[in-house]
C-alpha cells in the first residue's frame, strides 16, 4: 500500500503569486514583487520552491479571445472497452486536436477536450476518435461560451 505525501503548505502570498500567474504568465518579477509587496528575492525562493514541489510544473500560453472565438471546442465523452481502456488513452494524446484527456468516473471512462476549426472539421474529429480501437461510443457536448476560464 502507498502512502500519500501531504500536500505543501501554502500561505496567501503563494495562493496570489500562483493566481496572478495564472492571470499572466509572463508578469515580471519586479511586478509580481510589487503585487505582493514582498521583494524580488522573495518572488524568486517562492517560485524556486514552488518549481521544486512540484506545485507550479510550467508556465503555457493562454490563446487570446480573437483566436478562440475563431475556433469549435467540445467535450467528447468516451465509453471505452475494459481490456482496451489504456491503449485508447495512449491513442487520443496523438491526435493534435485534442488539448485535454481525463479519465473520469461514472457511464463513461473518459473525457477529452477537442478543438476545430469548423463543425465539418469537429464532425471528422469526433468520427476519427469514434473509430479508435477500443472505443465503444461517443458523447459530445459543444461548447457554446467559457463563462469562466482560470
Known sequence: ???RKPAPELDAIDRKLMASLREN??????????MLDIPRT???????????EGIIDGYTVR???AYS????RAHVMIKTLPRLCQEVELKLPE?????AVYAISGEYD???MVEAADSIEMNELINRIGLLDGVERT??????AAKLER
Open 110 to 112: 473518459i473525457i477529452v
Open 1 to 3: 500500500m502507498t502512502t
Open 69 to 72: 472565438k475563431s475556433r469549435l
Open 25 to 34: 504568465s509572463r508578469l515580471p518579477v519586479s511586478q509580481l514583487a510589487t
Open 42 to 52: 522573495q518572488v524568486y525562493a517562492r517560485l524556486e520552491r514552488l518549481e521544486s
Open 63 to 65: 490563446l487570446g479571445q
Open 95 to 99: 491526435i493534435p486536436e485534442v488539448s
Open 139 to 144: 458523447t459530445t457536448s459543444i461548447i457554446l
